[in-house]
């Protein structure tokens, strides 16, 4: 190993283990980095596997000293998140539910739906598991209260009312004479049925049907009636509890490869959501505690943290790990093990959904089991040597030849891998010749990787039938390359082969995870294709020979371009073909006409 234990300081910090490459397979914590790093070289008879197996890859060790104990924690878990080490527990699904924000502290405040909760003074309710529903209930809230949508600074007097007011949806704060308290009484009756309390919005709802039912309006009635029974059923999907505390209920359950978190959410005493979650890297030798306090310390630095966290077991470093939620959220936080009581309940329920989670997982294969099936099958569909573990897909975009784009996607273990995508602006061919146009991306491709020393693919895969692959095909051979080479045809999803006769198509039915594979790369070499084109036509509108002639604005500039595709087109067009766009006169279509001959 390269490091020299001697130098490691009696302070609190982080500490990162490299293996041989120089990548960081672990990350760690310590009060006195000294004390704590020693313990890995001690007599293995005290260590776990896991930790053995580590010790075996360490190179290389780095540390960073933090003021306390408390950084260290909060940079621990940071730096998990940042480099995702093989040996730390670590959080798998770390994706953020809305809230609901409303942003008291304006003068004209807004409600909307956040993924981030900020220490901004805003009142935050969520997280809302079910982002549909309270969609659902934000535009019923701002139907009735007729709140403002718009982000835009808020000058009474000073600009005009947009759509929203004229169709009833907005009160409009932007115009004169709307009177600041009434606006922020409608908002506050939001809140309250935000936190639970429905009977002011009934009420409103009730008295506009009852309006519109007096003057024969049922049609709106019955829609207004339909917004009632929402609101009824939204209270009734609430779970009650007896607490008015906001809280969070954590439980886990575990097998040998990970372990399932339950988090159930309770806010203004209501059960409004729940989550699963997922630790990786964690390994029987360890306990579920510790992984459990591993939760804690990577899920609450980027979600809001209640006043009261109840947890299955007793967390190792609980105090720590108070005082930094604490020090985080601002005021006092309790973590804490129920013993009896309707809190227990909670947790004894929340573990039965993680349970359930767990047997889910064990069911549904892996992300990468599904990829390799997929890749194995087909090895045999296309008696290859190998799986194919690097496929490379390409597909050209163009419209009537102009603005040609061909895209190249990348595929390892069977996933893309975006940062190697790459798109190719068509150079040698003129017009539509989509044949010509694959046989030079494909040259331009594999001719470069062969002058760099580059990976060739197992596979390449050709968006098209048979003649784009046999453009392909002649790229190859100008290359002196054999590489497997297939089409996929879109029509009836066929695979399009280079050899000759009745092998030349294979056809999969649908449910075969390598036609599952290929329909994916396909796709995903048309979707960027199509990306790359729209991107390069979007420049190509927004700068042009046609910029510098005067009378020729953005508008008659994108006429000409749609109309005749391509500066081209138009330098070899008269001046009655020109003249014949509405918004082009005899006199300007000349003036474009010599501009562009000259």
């Not at 900020?118 to 809230?141: E, H, Q, S």
């Not at 009632?228 to 954590?250: H, N, P």
């Not at 005493?269 to 964690?282: Q, R």
């Not at 098209?464 to 692959?469: F, Y």
């Amino acid at each position: 190993m390269k490091f020299d234990l001697k130098t490691l300081p009696a302070l609190p910090g982080v500490y990162l283990m490299k293996d041989s490459s120089g990548d960081v397979i672990y990350v760690g914590k310590a009060k006195s980095l000294d004390k704590r790093v020693r313990q890995y070289f001690q007599s293995k008879k005290n260590l776990s596997p896991k930790t053995i197996t580590l010790v075996k890859h360490i190179d290389d060790i780095e540390y960073i000293i933090t003021d306390s104990e408390i950084d260290a924690l909060v940079f621990e878990a940071n730096l998990i998140k940042k480099y995702k080490p093989r040996y730390n527990v670590r959080l798998k699904d770390d994706k953020r539910y809305p809230y609901v924000k409303v942003t008291v502290s304006s003068a004209y405040p807004r409600i909307f739906l956040t993924r981030r909760r900020l220490m901004d003074g805003a009142l935050y309710f969520g997280p809302y598991t079910n982002v549909k529903a309270i969609r659902t209930t934000l535009d019923l809230i701002s139907r009735v209260y007729m709140l403002r949508q718009c982000k835009k600074r808020i000058e009474p007097g000073k600009s005009r009312p947009c759509l929203n007011y004229h169709i009833k949806r907005c009160v409009a704060p932007c115009r004169e004479g709307l009177d600041k308290e009434e606006y922020r009484r409608r908002v506050m009756e939001a809140v309250r049925f935000l936190k639970g309390d429905t009977s002011g919005l009934l009420k409103e709802l009730e008295k506009k049907m009852e309006s519109m039912a007096k003057v024969q309006d049922y049609e709106s009635a019955a829609e207004v009636r339909d917004q009632i029974e929402s609101v009824k059923y939204l209270s009734e999907q609430q779970i009650a509890t007896s607490g008015t505390d906001d809280r969070d209920i954590l439980a886990a359950v575990a097998d040998e490869k990970s372990i399932y978190i339950q988090v159930f959410y309770v806010r203004h005493g209501s059960m409004v959501g729940k989550a699963d979650f997922t630790l990786l890297g964690a390994e029987a030798s360890e306990s579920i505690e510790e992984s459990m306090a591993q939760f804690v310390k990577q899920y609450y630095q980027d979600s809001p943290i209640p006043p009261e966290i109840l947890v299955q077991y007793d967390l190792p470093e609980n105090e720590l790990i108070v005082r930094w939620l604490c020090q985080r959220s601002g005021r006092d936080v309790h973590v804490h093990v129920p013993l009896r009581g309707e809190k227990k309940k909670l947790i004894e329920m929340a573990a039965r959904n993680a349970e359930m989670a767990r047997r889910l997982a064990q069911l549904k294969p892996s992300p990468s089991e599904s990829a390799m099936e997929a890749l194995e099958d087909l090895q045999k569909v296309l008696s290859l040597k190998s799986p194919p573990m690097h496929i490379e897909g390409f597909d050209i975009s163009n419209i009537s030849g102009t603005n040609a784009v061909g895209s190249m996607v990348y595929f390892e273990n069977g996933r893309p891998e975006n940062n190697k995508y790459r798109q190719h602006n068509i150079k040698t061919v003129k017009g539509i010749d989509d044949f010509a146009m694959m046989a030079e991306v494909v040259g331009r491709r594999y001719s470069r990787l062969l002058k760099n020393n580059e990976d060739l693919p197992d596979l390449i895969l050709i968006d098209g039938g048979p003649g784009q692959v046999g453009a392909a095909k002649s790229s190859l051979d100008a290359l002196c390359l054999d590489i497997p080479l297939i089409g996929l045809a879109k029509r009836f999803e066929h695979i399009i082969t280079t050899k000759k006769g009745p092998d030349e198509v294979i056809i999969l039915p649908h449910s075969s995870p390598a036609l599952k594979l290929l329909m994916h790369i396909r796709d995903e070499a048309h979707r960027f294709a199509v990306t790359s084109h729209r991107r390069r036509r979007s420049a190509s509108l927004t700068h042009s020979e046609l910029d510098s002639i005067p009378g020729v604005g953005s508008f008659r500039k994108r006429l000409l371009l749609e109309n005749f595709e391509s500066i081209e087109k138009i330098r070899s067009s008269s001046v009655e073909e020109l003249s014949a766009l509405d918004g082009i006169s005899q006199k300007l279509a000349k003036r474009i006409l010599e501009h562009l001959i000259k």
